[in-house]
């Protein structure tokens, strides 16, 4: 399981990096791997306004349907459409390939877990 050092990670296991004002967000190699095989995702429409803690695209797997949330107030300014055709990017390469979509953020993002913290969490669920 690969724990970046870039990103803050949220209790949902989404993921997030911030370049400017641009916030983008996938699930983490945990997350899709308690997802299982995903077989669509629904994503945003560009300029769809956000909500931080708002749900901002839904995975659908083999298991179960499993909401994205969203870790800032903005405007999506891109999704990642090779998902639309290959889904499966999101458990071969969750953290980089497999992004979800880019935020335009109006504020600052949420103060999601530390790569430590977020390894703490996931040793104590084990």
């Known amino acids: 399981m690969s724990i970046r050092q870039d990103r803050r990670y949220g209790e949902t296991h989404e ?13 983490t190699d945990q997350g899709q791997d308690m997802l299982g095989d ?14 931080e803690g708002a749900p901002c ?22 999704i990642n459409s090779a998902l639309e055709d290959s889904p499966e990017l999101i458990n071969d390469d969750p953290l980089d390939e497999g992004w979800i979509v880019r935020i335009r953020a109006s504020g600052s993002p949420a103060s999601w877990m530390s790569p430590g913290e977020y390894e703490r969490m996931l040793e104590a669920a084990d």
Request: hydrophobic content about 45%; overall charge negative.
């Open 57 to 78: 695209a839904t995975l659908e797997s083999v298991k179960a349907a499993s909401d994205v949330l969203c870790p800032v107030d903005g405007e999506v300014i891109e």
């Open 38 to 51: 995903v077989v669509y995702a629904d994503l945003p429409d560009v300029g769809q306004s956000v909500s």
């Open 15 to 27: 993921w997030y990096t911030v370049e400017d004002d641009v916030v983008t967000v996938g699930v």
